[in-house]
């Protein structure tokens, strides 16, 4: 990293450094705050240490007499949390600071803050409630209303980059010599393909099925009518939306990133794709490939059966002539940390899957890109866990809102992340981007968030 002025460089004291100290600090301090720093469990080094410091432990390394109020750098109380290694039920409480919400309070005369921000940013990073029991629905998915930021009313805030600002303002209140590098905001839409086709593909079984189903059963003779006019080819599929979500991205959204998951599981009942066999199918995402980067959507059991998730990255890596370095499991059905592991064990860098269906809002706290640290294995692991916000299923399907108020909730997660200069991420699906099937109106949403999320912004975060 190179600065155009001095750098005070940041020393930071911990009595033990663990896996998860290490972790920690490198997130805040490295990837989310972009400041010089270093580490040390040497008391005399850091006392000797003429730059800016910071002491986080259970007590100060030195208790000022009593006519010396302040201590000569900064000192962060320390809860257990970061020193163990174990898994522990943690008694939470929520406390109010500065009028946001953190978590695991501290008490304490000279304590730079009421709360261990550290442990705060540890626990919703790692996702450490997640391997505690907990209830699951009905896909065998963590409950949102299992979380502590829903149960608190700040799901819809990135406070783990919060609190790391708080960190920020204290560094250079006692510092301001302290460089900190320039967080930039991004965006980066992306798009499942469950099902590429809404006729076309699907099958003489399928096809008659359909047919019998929409002409006898639901006297829906219009529908009888367009699909035989676009099994002749005379006119498109209503699911193939693609060349519209190109064309759009490249117009309204010229600074974002398109990213596509394609589906190639077996036929099943949460799996419906076309088959990875078909020459029109793959022709299709090898198309794709060529404007956009083009993951894996793991099928709904690929999670915990690793050579099914195996079976479909190699179809997926055959169709498109590459290397696959990315996952979002279809449901977001995955557990943690099994899920995980076999995404790393199959080759997979990337996970896009950390969000939650029937919630927007930020699953582990942050709207920066971080690293996946396993609990149960105490260490970090080679994979980038990317969150997303916001889902267009979520705010149709699962919370019923019209067109006008989901665009609105989208904007407001937009601006969440926009002013901490992260990452802006959400969901489409191509089959709903058609106009039709309950799904009026929602390419109008679509344009507008590619709008307003694509707008290129000015650079955030920087020092004045």
């Not at 490198?26 to 800016?52: C, G, P, Q, W, Y």
Request: charged fraction near 25%; charge should be negative; proline fraction near 4%.
């Amino acid at each position: 990293m190179h600065f155009l002025k001095h750098q005070c460089m940041l020393l930071i004291y911990v009595p033990k450094l663990t896996n998860r100290v290490g972790y920690t600090l490198n997130v805040v301090m490295r990837d989310i705050l972009k400041t010089d720093f270093a580490i040390t469990t040497n008391a005399e080094v850091f006392e000797s240490h003429e730059e800016s410091r910071l002491c986080y432990a259970p007590q100060p390394l030195a208790i000022p007499s009593d006519h010396q109020e302040e201590l000569p750098y900064i000192y962060i109380k320390s809860t257990h949390l970061l020193f163990e290694t174990s898994i522990e039920e943690q008694n939470l409480h929520c406390l109010e600071y500065e009028g946001r919400p953190a978590l695991f309070p501290v008490f304490g005369r000279h304590t730079a803050l009421p709360f261990d921000p550290f442990a705060s940013i540890f626990f919703m990073l790692s996702r450490y409630e997640e391997y505690l029991p907990h209830h699951r629905d009905e896909h065998g998915r963590f409950m949102v209303t299992e979380s502590v930021a829903y149960q608190n009313g700040f799901l819809q805030s990135a406070m783990v980059d919060r609190w790391a600002m708080m960190l920020k303002e204290l560094i250079l209140k006692k510092y301001p010599d302290t460089v900190f590098g320039t967080r930039n905001y991004t965006f980066v839409q992306t798009v499942d393909i469950d099902a590429a086709y809404c006729y076309l593909h699907k099958g003489v079984f399928r096809t008659t099925l359909g047919i019998l189903r929409d002409g006898l059963h639901r006297h829906d003779w219009p529908e009888v009518k367009r699909r035989i006019q676009v099994l002749r080819k005379k006119e498109t599929d209503p699911f193939d939306t693609f060349d519209y979500i190109i064309e759009k991205s490249h117009s309204l959204a010229r600074h974002s990133s398109l990213l596509f998951f394609a589906l190639v599981g077996d036929y099943g009942i949460y799996d419906k794709p076309a088959s990875f066999q078909n020459n029109d199918f793959r022709q299709l995402l090898q198309h794709l490939g060529d404007y956009a980067k083009v993951g894996v959507h793991g099928s709904y059991y690929s999670s915990e059966e690793p050579k099914r998730l195996e079976r479909e990255i190699e179809r997926l890596s055959d169709i498109m002539h590459r290397t696959i370095v990315r996952n979002r499991f279809h449901f977001l059905r995955f557990t943690l940390p099994s899920a995980y592991r076999t995404l790393v064990d199959n080759g997979i860098g990337h996970d896009y899957s950390m969000g939650y269906a029937e919630q927007a809002g930020f699953r582990c706290g942050t709207c920066s890109i971080v690293p996946f640290f396993d609990l149960n294995s105490n260490q970090e692991c080679d994979l980038k866990i990317h969150p997303f916000m916001a889902m267009d299923t979520t705010f149709h399907t699962h919370q019923g809102l019209t067109p006008e108020q989901a665009t609105e909730q989208f904007k407001i997660l937009i601006d969440e992340v926009r002013e901490l200069g992260g990452t802006f991420s959400c969901i489409f699906h191509n089959q709903n981007l058609c106009e039709d099937y309950g799904w009026e109106g929602w390419r109008q949403v679509y344009e507008e968030v590619l709008q307003y999320a694509g707008q290129k912004t000015t650079d955030t975060n920087r020092n004045d």
